[in-house]
Structures are given as structure tokens and as C-alpha cells.
């Protein structure tokens, strides 16, 4: 039998033809497609199968017996059809459902077992990722503030995202299957039932996702719930049978839709022109929630894509390539920052000084020397959050980070670099972050150590006018004395570093004492102790007096 398991990013083969499948909480998901030479894929067939996998969830906390058999068999002839069309690559991953359930691992391994799967349950952030990652390859979103939408049967997850980059990620447990049981909303349902459930969607969003930092001016929508409002409709537009892609409706619209089908029996909804008869019992609650979301983002207007997920899955098998050299992925890095708007020339400045104290430090102070790039690179895009605002652009530049997909930087790295920007200034680390709690006991210190000195070299730039030249640091008596040698007047430059001390000195237990040598001032210094020498009287061996000064001949007197 054929091994299907996931491909790591080292040592997935080439391939022409890939497969993507996704099991999600109301259905199982297959696209086979072959890759382009442009970089993209054209899709050879598509599949998908109604299991319902997460129908008893939320009553018994583990998945439906006959769902998890139905799966298999969905999952078996999947892969039948991707190897019969030649795919050398097939992923699989995991959403909402087999998180959530408590034999979701045991489903997984049973799978891998009878049909050599390996399913990546992926979590609710990468879930999110990868269906921006579809918006953003189908829809120009450079310059604009938008929010995406990826409604699931168990969950939903929204995307906020400014000038192409992904500014934050909101995993919500609104799944369409989950809200329609918990809410009575699979059949007709009564003004009071449908008021309950709006107000529990409030409530939700208001506790996962809290008040957005910025108001989005288009939300995008990927998932079964959205393909279906745009086939409802564009059938009572007079449009049935065109491109769904980029389908626009209002929330006035969607909020009639919904009150219109909420009247009918289920048997009357399933005759609803557009809409897929197997999605009938699930419809009133999924559009509850876009509706719901577009009240809380105050967008008036949803884009609907008709991809998603499995796309943005595709589109990263397509996008693997071998590891960039060094000078490569410092470019990718900078091109980044500068996109983000950071000042280059300022955070090339705080490299420098990073990465100097780094390297100086290591031995005395146990570092790893090999984390000098590492500070470097946070040091080049620890304020890439100033590109959605000012005031809390640390915690953006985390998420900006994260979900960067930065060349050369796996993922473990990456949560490293978010969290050292995130710390770059304001509080300190502590266990009660989430972001921080889920890093390992090693990276946790790392992330520590690697801010406290990052907040010192951003600070020897204050002024942002490259006042510090050498930098030169010695630990001695546990004290860390750093000296610097200025150019021109450092004086506020080492007043802030010496503010940011506190972080550096609870964390590696020794004070930190700042000194300059103004490098003018030496250059004087030394040129007048070359003219001092070069006048001085110097004696020669003969015990004669020898220099530059002139000296006055003596003329001997004969006697007569």
C-alpha cells in the first residue's frame, strides 16, 4: 500500500500532481491538483463528503461511532482517487472536530493505522492562516485593512489583517453544526430562539475577539456557509449558474435572509433554490454568525471566496523550495520590515549594537552564540507593528511575525522572534501570556534573555541618530559595564539605555553600568599627544640633549 503520511518541508520530494484533504467538522474535503511552473496549480478534480463528524460533540464531548466509520470510508476512497490521478503528495489535516473531541488522537492513529495517513490536526490560528492565505492569493488586498472569515462546522476563525500581513488571529467556537444544536435552530425556530442565539454570538465575539484594533473596510468569507448565501442569493437574483467568486451582499440582506428561513420547517428549507439540501439544518445558524461578525467589525459588506482552507494548504505544498542562503533570507527580512514601514537605517543601528552585546556577552552570561542572528533579525523587525498603530504595536508586531511565513525560519523560530518583539518594551514575560506559556522552558528563557538585551540596544539608539559607534561590553564582579564610543552628543542615547536596564539586570542578576569615550574628542586627544611627543626634548645616549628645537651654537673664545 501506498504511505500517504504528511511530507515534512525538508524532505518533500518534487512533485507535478498533490493532494489536499481536510476533515472538518460537517464534511470530509478532497482537491487533487497539478503544479504550474508559475508557481501555482491547476485543480484535476474535487470531492467532498457529508460526515458529520462533530454531530454528537456537543452532547457527549466525543465523535458520532457512525460518523468516524463514514469517515473512514470517505477517507479510503480519496485516496483511491489521488493516487489514480498520479499524486505523489498528499496532506491531510484535522480541524475543529478531532481538536476538540476526546478520542479525536485515537481517530487519527486509527486512520494511520488501517490506511497509512498521518492527519495534521492543525489549530484554530493555523486554520485561520491558511484561509487568508487563499484570500490574500485570490484578492488584492495590499493597502487596505480587511478581516477574513472562515466558518466550519465547529468553529470559526477570523483573520484581521493590514497591507497584505496578518495582524491577528481570533479562534471562536461558533461552528455552524455547534450553534444550530445548541440553539434549536435545525428546523423552523421562533423570533425568541433566534433573539437567544444572536445574543449568545454576541457574547462570544465580544469575549474571543473583543474590541478589533482596527475597523476593516471588507470582510471576506471562505467555508460551505458563504459559498451558500452567495448560491441562495444569486438564484433569487436571477443569476444561478454564475461564478459564486467575489459575490458581494450585504448585512441588511443576509439579516432578511435569515429571518425569511427561519420560519420554514426543514423539509421547506431544503427546497430553497441555491441551497444544498444537505446544509439545510446548519444554514440559520451560519448565517447567524456572519451576520453577527459584521455587526461586531461594523462592516457592512461580505466578498464571498469560493476557496479556502484546502487552497491555502496547496498553495504552501506549492511553495516549498529549498532552504535560501543567509544573504537571502536577511533580504526577505528587511523587505519585510520596510513593507511594515520601519526605518531600516534605525533598525540596522540596533542590529549592530544587538548583535555586538550579544556575541560580547555570550561566554560571560551562558548565551548561545548562535542567537546572534536571531537578535539581529528581532532587532530589525521588533516594531513592524507600527503599521497598524502606535500605542500597542509590540503585541502587533507578535502577530505580524508569527504569521509572516518569513524564508529561512521554521516555526519554532518564529514564535521566538514574535515574543522577543512582543517584549521589546512595555511588560515584561510572564507564565499568565498565553504566547509565552506554550513556548518550551529553553525557549522561554531564551525569549527573556534575548529582550533584555534587545531593550538596551534599542535604547543606545534613542535619538535615532547613530550617536553610538564601537560597542564594548565586560562583565566584571557582577557588574556588566558597557562603554560605547560616541559620535557627537550619546548623552540621551545612554540616559534611556540606562532606564532599560531593570529586565536585564532581574534576569541575569548583575547590574549594568553605561560609560562613553567621545570619539572626536579622542582623535583631539591623541593628535596634540603626537605634537607633545614629537616637541619633547629627548637625550641621547651620549647624555646630549636631541629634538626639534633649534639649537644655539656655542662659539669657543681662543686666547690671544
Known amino acids: 500500500m501506498v504511505d500517504h503520511r504528511l511530507e515534512t518541508r525538508e524532505s518533500a520530494p518534487p512533485c507535478s500532481r498533490i493532494a489536499a484533504i481536510e476533515v472538518g467538522s460537517n464534511s470530509v474535503r478532497l482537491v487533487v491538483a497539478e503544479v504550474l511552473p508559475s508557481g501555482g496549480y491547476r485543480v484535476l478534480d474535487e470531492e467532498r463528503e457529508n460526515t458529520r463528524l462533530a454531530s454528537a460533540l456537543i452532547t457527549t464531548g466525543r465523535l458520532d461511532p457512525a460518523a468516524t466509520s463514514a469517515t473512514l470510508i470517505v477517507l479510503r476512497n480519496f485516496l483511491s482517487i489521488a493516487t489514480g490521478l498520479g499524486a505523489t503528495q498528499i496532506r491531510a489535516i484535522g480541524t475543529s472536530a478531532l481538536r476538540d473531541a476526546e478520542d479525536g488522537r485515537a481517530f487519527c492513529d486509527r486512520v494511520r493505522r488501517e490506511l497509512k495517513l498521518s492527519i495534521d490536526v492543525i489549530s484554530s490560528e493555523e486554520e485561520g492562516r491558511l484561509a487568508f492565505l487563499s484570500v490574500a492569493r485570490a484578492f488584492d488586498i495590499s493597502g487596505r485593512q480587511v478581516a477574513v472569515a472562515d466558518i466550519g462546522g465547529g468553529s470559526t476563525e477570523i483573520v484581521l489583517s493590514s497591507s497584505g500581513l496578518v495582524d491577528q488571529i481570533y479562534a471562536t467556537k461558533l461552528g455552524a453544526v455547534l450553534v444550530a444544536e445548541q440553539y434549536g435552530a435545525t428546523s423552523r425556530c421562533s423570533e425568541k430562539q433566534l433573539a437567544k442565539m444572536r445574543d449568545f454570538i454576541d457574547r462570544r465575539l465580544k469575549k474571543e475577539v473583543g474590541k478589533p484594533p482596527f475597523e476593516p473596510d471588507m470582510l471576506f468569507g471562505t467555508g460551505g456557509t458563504f459559498t451558500a448565501l452567495a448560491s441562495i442569493m444569486m438564484a433569487q437574483q436571477g443569476q444561478a449558474g454564475q461564478p459564486m467568486w467575489g459575490f458581494r451582499v450585504t448585512r441588511a440582506q443576509i439579516r432578511h435572509l435569515v429571518a425569511d428561513l427561519a420560519q420554514m420547517s426543514l423539509e421547506k428549507r431544503r427546497k430553497v433554490t441555491g441551497l444544498n439540501p444537505n446544509r439545510a439544518d446548519i444554514i440559520v445558524s451560519g448565517l447567524a454568525i456572519i451576520e453577527r461578525i459584521m455587526r461586531h467589525m461594523h462592516v457592512n459588506v461580505v466578498q464571498v471566496h469560493t476557496r479556502g482552507v484546502r487552497d491555502g494548504l496547496l498553495l504552501t505544498m506549492v511553495q516549498q523550495t529549498p532552504p535560501r542562503a543567509a544573504d537571502e533570507c536577511r533580504a526577505a527580512v528587511e523587505e519585510f520590515a520596510k513593507n511594515c514601514g520601519v526605518d531600516l537605517s ?31 533579525v528581532a532587532a530589525l523587525v521588533a516594531n513592524v507593528g507600527y503599521l497598524i498603530n502606535f500605542e500597542s504595536h509590540h503585541k502587533h508586531s507578535y502577530h505580524l511575525i508569527l504569521n509572516s511565513e518569513l524564508p529561512g525560519f521554521e516555526r519554532r523560530q518564529l514564535q521566538v522572534l514574535a515574543n522577543v518583539a512582543r517584549y521589546h518594551r512595555g511588560a515584561p514575560p510572564k507564565q499568565k501570556h498565553d504566547h509565552f506559556r506554550e513556548l518550551s522552558n529553553e525557549d522561554q528563557h531564551r525569549v527573556t534573555a534575548l529582550a533584555a ?22 562583565v566584571n564582579d557582577g557588574t556588566v559595564r558597557i562603554t560605547v564610543q560616541a559620535h557627537g552628543d550619546a548623552e540621551v542615547d545612554l540616559w534611556a ?15 549594568v553600568v553605561f560609560s562613553a569615550r567621545n570619539a572626536e574628542a579622542r582623535r583631539i586627544a591623541k593628535r596634540r599627544s603626537r605634537v607633545h611627543r614629537s616637541s619633547r626634548p629627548r637625550t641621547s645616549r651620549t647624555g646630549h640633549t636631541t629634538g626639534s628645537a633649534p639649537r644655539t651654537a656655542t662659539r669657543r673664545t681662543l686666547p690671544r
Open 497 to 511: 539605555a540606562q532606564r532599560k536596564v531593570e529586565l536585564f539586570e532581574k534576569v541575569f542578576e548583575r547590574k
Open 346 to 376: 534605525f533598525a540596522r543601528q540596533v542590529a549592530r549594537i544587538a548583535g555586538t552585546l550579544w556575541e560580547q556577552l555570550a561566554a560571560p552570561l551562558a548565551l548561545k552564540l548562535e542567537d546572534r542572528e536571531l537578535i539581529e
Open 453 to 474: 538585551i534587545l531593550r538596551l540596544a534599542l535604547a543606545l539608539d534613542r535619538t535615532h541618530q547613530q550617536h553610538v559607534g564601537e560597542v564594548c561590553a565586560r
